[in-house]
C-alpha cells in the first residue's frame, strides 16, 4: 500500500546523484581529496572522509580511484606536473638569463599563493618518505635543477656537474623561500618576496664568466 502525500506536496524521493563526464567527476574528487589531504594528512584521511566532501557515494569514488594511496598519487603527479609547467615556461620565455631567474622565481612564488593547498600537499606531506612519493619529488626536482643547469652551462664555462649543482642549488632557494613566505603569509608583499629571492640569485649566479 502506497500513502498519499499531504496535498500540495510530492512523494519523498531521494534526489539521484548527479551524473558528470568522468574528467569532471575525476576533477572534482581530486579537489575534495586535496582538501582533506591537506587538513588531515594522508594517513589521518579516510576514503569516506572523501566521498563525502565530494557528495558522491564511496562506490562511486572507487570506480575512480581503487585505494587512497592511488588518489593521493594522482594529485601529487597533477600539481607537479602544473608547477613543472609554470617553472618551464618562465625559463624558457626570453632568452635574457636576467629575466630568466626572476620570471622562474616569480612562478615558484606565484604557485604558492595561487593554491597553497597544491604546496602543502606536494611539499608538507606526512607522506614524503615512501618511496613512489619520494622518487616523484626528486624527478621532478631533478628536471627543474637541470633545465637551469643547462642555461647555466650554455651561458658559461662551468662543466656540466658544476652548472646543475647551481641550478639545483637555485631550485632549492626557491622552494625554501617560497616555503618560508606561505608561512608568514600577510607580512611580506609577494612581489617584494619574489624580487628579493630573484636579486639575491642573479647577483650571485651573474658573476660567472660567459662562455666566449
Known amino acids: 500500500m502506497t500513502l498519499d502525500a499531504p496535498p500540495g506536496e510530492q512523494p519523498s524521493r531521494r534526489t539521484p546523484l548527479a551524473r558528470l563526464p568522468r574528467d569532471e567527476r575525476r576533477a572534482q574528487l581530486l579537489a575534495s581529496a586535496l582538501e582533506v589531504f591537506v587538513n588531515n594528512g594522508y594517513h589521518g584521511a579516510a576514503m569516506d572522509e572523501i566521498a563525502e566532501t565530494a557528495k558522491v557515494s564511496k562506490p562511486v569514488l572507487y570506480q575512480h580511484f581503487p585505494s587512497k594511496r592511488d588518489l593521493y598519487l594522482a594529485l601529487l603527479d597533477n600539481h607537479l606536473a602544473a608547477l613543472t609547467g609554470l617553472l618551464l615556461n618562465a625559463l624558457n620565455d626570453t632568452t635574457d638569463n636576467k629575466l630568466r631567474v626572476q620570471a622562474t622565481m616569480k612562478a615558484y612564488f606565484q604557485f604558492v599563493a595561487n593554491d597553497d593547498q597544491a604546496y602543502r600537499l606536494v611539499f608538507e606531506s606526512d607522506l614524503v618518505n615512501d618511496p613512489d612519493v619520494a622518487a616523484r619529488l626528486e624527478k621532478f626536482n631533478a628536471e627543474y635543477a637541470d633545465a637551469i643547469g643547462h642555461v647555466i652551462a650554455e651561458d658559461t664555462k662551468l662543466a656540466h656537474h658544476e652548472a646543475t649543482l647551481l641550478g639545483r642549488a637555485l631550485a632549492g632557494m626557491a622552494q625554501v623561500s ?14 617584494v618576496a619574489s624580487d628579493l629571492v630573484y636579486r639575491l640569485a642573479w647577483r650571485g649566479i651573474s658573476r660567472f664568466p660567459k662562455e666566449s
Open 178 to 191: 617560497a616555503r618560508y613566505w606561505l608561512e608568514a603569509a600577510g607580512n611580506l608583499d609577494i612581489e
